[in-house]
Each structure stands twice: as C-alpha cells, then as structure tokens.
C-alpha cells in the first residue's frame, strides 16, 4: 500500500496512467493463459435437477452484497432457487473476511478464492469438488469493465469454466455502457456458448452486440422479481397520518456519487439545491417527504446528502419531513417505496423497486443506466435528470410538480407495461425448471 501511494505522488498524471494500463494488461494476460490452463483440468459431470448446490459469483466479492442494487438481484435470484428446493445449498465466491463473514451470516458456505495467484486453476478444482447444480453470476455493472476489467475477465472465466463441465451456468441482467474496455473483446470472444447472457435493458443489449458477436437475450432487472419486504412500522404509520391529511408523500433519495469524485463543495451544492426545491414544492402542493437511503457505505452513502437535508428543511416543514432511520435490505426497502405516491432516486435498483410496485419515479442519471429501464416501460423522457440539470436552478422543482400532478397518468403507464416487464424479469430464471420461476410479488 505504501509503494502504491509512493508512486501516485512521484509520477505525473499521463504516466501514472501508463503504468496502470500495463499492470492492468499484464494482469489480463495471466489470466487468460492460467484460464486456458484450467480448462483442461475440468471433470465434466452430470448435475442433479434437484438443485441441491448453487454456486453465486458476486459483482463484488469484496463485500459480497455491495450496493444494495446487488443485494437485491441475488436475493431474488435466491428466492427463486429456494422456490425450486428449499433446502439447496448456496455457496458463494468471496474475496475477503468480512465477505466470508456476511456469506456465512446469511447461510451460505463462503469459498474464499477471488484473490489466490492461480485463481482459474483453483477455480477449476472448486468446481470439479463441489458438483454445482447452477453456477450464476450477477452481472450489474461490471462486465463492460468501467471499474475493472480484470475483474470483469474473472467474473466471465467463472461461468466459462462452470459451463465446460457441463454445469447450467447463468448471468443475471447487466447493463453494458458505451465505452466498454477493449480487454474484454477476448473475453468475450471466448465464453462457451452454454453461458447464459442476460441483459438488462435493449440499449445495453445493442452496445454489447456492437461489440461482440457472443449470443446474449434480452430480459428486465432480476431485482423486479424481489418479493417486498414488510416497512418499518413507524415509516408506515408516518405515510398514514399525511395522507390522511390530504397530502401525497413523496420518497427522496439523492446521494454524493452523482458526481464522479465529488468535492464538499459539490456535495454542498447538491443539498442546497435538493432543500431548496423541496422547499418550493411544499409551498405550492400539499406533499410530505420521505427521506429514503439505499445505500449505507459510508462517505459515499446516502446519508451525506439526506441527512444535512433533513436538517435543513426541519425549520420550515417540521413532521411534513422524515429522514428513514437504521440500516434496511433491499426487500424492506421495497416494501416502503410501495407505501409512496412517487420517488425521486439516485439510485437505479430504487427506481425498480418502485417503478415494480407500481409507483412514479423521477430518477437523476448516471452511466447510461436508467434509460434503458424506462424503455422497458415507455415512460416519458422528462422522468429522467442528468445531475448537471437536476442542479439548475429551477429544473428540480418543477420536475417534482410534474410528478406530482401527473402522477395517475403515469401509474397507469407503469401498471401497462409491468407484466411484459415480470415476464421478462422471469426470464433471468431460466436455468431452473419453468415452476422455479414463479416467485410472485
């Protein structure tokens, strides 16, 4: 750690990045000949159609769970196998001690291997040992590699070696961006066509096809599939009291990484104007505020923007604004979007949550996620805010006015379009029996 901050500061800018791009290169390489070994090492087997081993390739093994976003694709994803033997036994690949603790927390047998310098070989080993079922990797963000493409290249030599030995191998709807990493053409080039593909929304889809020619299916978020959660008590009871005052309660969730390195300035610029348009707005409709974070990781979790919001709109709004206390899942958080009229989110598996309970969202985009999600569902553009325009002055306010006021229509818009989008969501299931597939919201 040391050496690596040592070398920040001694090299400028253009040759730190050399010097990334050739660790980077030269990680890729070991890869992909350690990947070539290993699949000679494989013992093709026959899986049992019971199901009673899955192994879950996390988007971070770091952490297990990462955002809650994943937490909610891989629990749905669980909901499922267990709808299809209660009993299966759920491995996970993790890359530390504290994702190995939260593996074991939740019941699942941790193989700590992401790290080891002759990954695919033990991989190849793991998988001839354990005689998975299923293998299933949750793809989220990760596979055009924007934060990694090493990491990316391991999480796709996982379901390449699982399907080589004959094991129904699965990625869950990911999202591909516009500028994918062009280690990963290989990669991909080489994937074993009993992988799965899934991908999350038809813009990703085309950029992936633009890229290469690796067959992959169209599907809808695994997360739609997610069974609700019960809301905390208190934030139920809340709801009720303003709407039996005649008011629409309206979810807000902003959080710092809507821009990419975020200085205090910057956060500070995205509060003020976050207070400043729910302060118009509950001037001039009757609407309560649900503060609602989904993510809990420390300086760049919600609670930097949402809470000092709070503080500032307390003075004027008193109980008209409520900040969610406490650490949730995924399914309790959407067990509160349901309770809402709207939501306005920064975060994309929020929108899901909501827009799948059938509730207007406003969202505040990043890369290129959100606007294949509305597509799923033809909802209008103006749904949609860059973060530059959602802090010009003025922009917030009536977007939320719109939302408000528009709000049957686009619940109508929204109840249209969520069956083909379930069915589509189902379809992340698909290397279970078409019975496994039946978890209902």
Known sequence: MRVKSVIK???????????????????????????????????????????????????????????????????AFIQAAQTKNPNVEI???????????????????????????????????????????????????????YYDPVSAAQTLAICDLAARSDVPTTVLGFSFNSKPSPLLRPVFARLHAGVKLHVRDAISLDRLRAFSDVPATLVADAAFMLVAGKPPAEAVAWVDEHRGAGRCVIGINIHPLLIKHATPAQIDLIVQRTTDALRQVAGRRAVAWLLLPHDYRGENGDGRCLAPIAARLAPDLGDRVMMLTGEHGAAVLKGVAALLDGVLSGRMHLAIASIGKGVPTLCVTYQGKFEGLYRHFDLPDWL????????????????????????????????????KVLSLSRENFSIFTSSSAEAVD
């Open 91 to 145: 491995y996970a690949l993790t890359a530390s001690a504290a994702a190995s603790a939260e593996a074991r927390r939740r019941g699942y047998i941790a193989e700590e291997i992401w790290y080891v310098e002759d990954f695919p070989q033990t991989l190849a080993n793991l998988l001839n040992q354990r005689s998975f079922d299923a293998v299933a990797a949750l793809g989220a963000d990760i596979l055009d590699g």
């Open 384 to 419: 949609l805010m860059t973060p530059e325009q959602m802090l010009s002055a003025g922009v917030l306010e009536e977007r939320l006015i719109r939302l408000i006021d528009e709000n049957d229509a686009l619940r109508d818009v929204i109840h249209e379009g969520l069956p």
């Open 9 to 75: 500061k001694l090299l400028p800018a253009f040759a730190l990045d050399a010097f990334r791009r050739a660790r980077t290169e030269r990680a890729m390489r070991h890869l992909l000949q350690g990947w070539d070994a290993a699949v000679g090492q494989l013992q093709p087997r026959k899986v049992d159609p019971s199901l009673k081993r899955l192994l879950i390739v996390p988007c971070d093994p770091n952490t297990l769970t990462g955002s809650l976003g994943d937490d909610a694709m891989m629990s």
